[in-house]
Nanobody, 120 residues
């Protein structure tokens, strides 16, 4: 009914920057919220940042001041600008979105994940 397609990620040196993008497509009535999670090897998946359609944001303490989440509602796309990257930011990053596919039908969707590796 809907899907999330991520792009971006890769290998970067500590102190560098990366930008992740995630576009939702398919049968979409509205999306609330959109966000990014990450999972490092041997660790649980954790929230990195989330944003509502109105622009309200929420960040993990570990990324505050370094990462910025933004959203283009017209394009059903969410972005994560990651600056001052640290080796501990290394993880698979997953896009997440709550999508109303109809007025009364809501599903939680996950992207396929994109690897971010920060070398020291």
């Amino acid at each position: 009914q809907a899907q999330l397609v991520e792009s971006g990620g890769g290998l970067v040196q500590a102190g560098g920057s990366l930008r992740l993008s995630c576009a939702a497509s398919g049968n979409i009535f509205s999306i609330e919220p959109m966000g990014w999670y990450r999972q490092a090897p041997g660790k649980q998946r954790e929230l990195v940042a989330a944003i509502t359609s109105g622009g309200d944001t929420n960040y993990a303490d570990s990324v505050k001041g370094r990462f910025t989440i933004s959203r283009d509602n017209a394009k059903n796309t969410v972005y994560l600008q990651m600056n001052s990257l640290k080796p501990e930011d290394t993880a698979v990053y997953f896009c997440n979105a709550g999508i109303w596919v109809q007025r009364n039908t809501y599903y939680n969707y996950w992207g396929q994940g994109t690897q971010v590796t920060v070398s020291s």
